[in-house]
C-alpha cells in the first residue's frame, strides 16, 4: 500500500501562486508516475500535471500549461505542484495521486492505483 498526503493549499489573491506538496510513504518503489487532479464543485475531476518519477518528465493539461510546473523531489518521496498566475476558474480540491504502472505517465485518473485525501485550492478576485 501507498498513503499519500496532500498540504500547501489556501486562499490567495487572482494572479498570485501557491505550492502543493504529496508526500508519499508505504510501498513507494512501486510508484512510477504521480499526477495531480482538481475537482470544483459541480464538476468533474480533471487532469492537471503529472510526471515521471525516474525521468523527471512531465505533461499538463492545456489550460494550466505555462502556469504551474510539477517537480519531484524522489529522496523526500515528494511531488510538488508549483502554481503561478492563479485564475478564477483554478479554484478546486486538488488530488495527489500515484501510478504503478510502467508506461508513459497517463491523463486519465482510472488509471492511478493510489489517492490522496486533497487539499483545497481557493482563489479571490
Known amino acids: 500500500q501507498v498513503q499519500l498526503v496532500e498540504s500547501g493549499g489556501g486562499l490567495v489573491q487572482a494572479g498570485g501562486s501557491l505550492r502543493l506538496s504529496c508526500a508519499a510513504s508505504?510501498?513507494?518503489?512501486?510508484?512510477?508516475?504521480m499526477g495531480w487532479f482538481r475537482q470544483a464543485p459541480g464538476k468533474e475531476r480533471e487532469f492537471v500535471a503529472t510526471?515521471?518519477?525516474?525521468?523527471?518528465?512531465?505533461y499538463y493539461a492545456d489550460y494550466v500549461k505555462g502556469r504551474f510546473t510539477i517537480s519531484r523531489e524522489n529522496a523526500k518521496k515528494t511531488v510538488y505542484l508549483q502554481m503561478n498566475s492563479l485564475k478564477p476558474e483554478d479554484p478546486a480540491v486538488y488530488y495527489c495521486?500515484?501510478?504503478?504502472?510502467?508506461?508513459?505517465?497517463?491523463?486519465?485518473?482510472?488509471?492511478?492505483?493510489?489517492w490522496g485525501q486533497g487539499t483545497q485550492v481557493s482563489v479571490s478576485s
Open positions: 508505504g510501498r513507494t518503489f512501486s510508484i512510477y508516475s
Open positions: 510526471i515521471n518519477l525516474r525521468t523527471g518528465t512531465a
Open positions: 495521486a500515484a501510478d504503478r504502472t510502467v508506461a508513459t505517465p497517463a491523463r486519465e485518473g482510472e488509471r492511478y492505483d493510489y
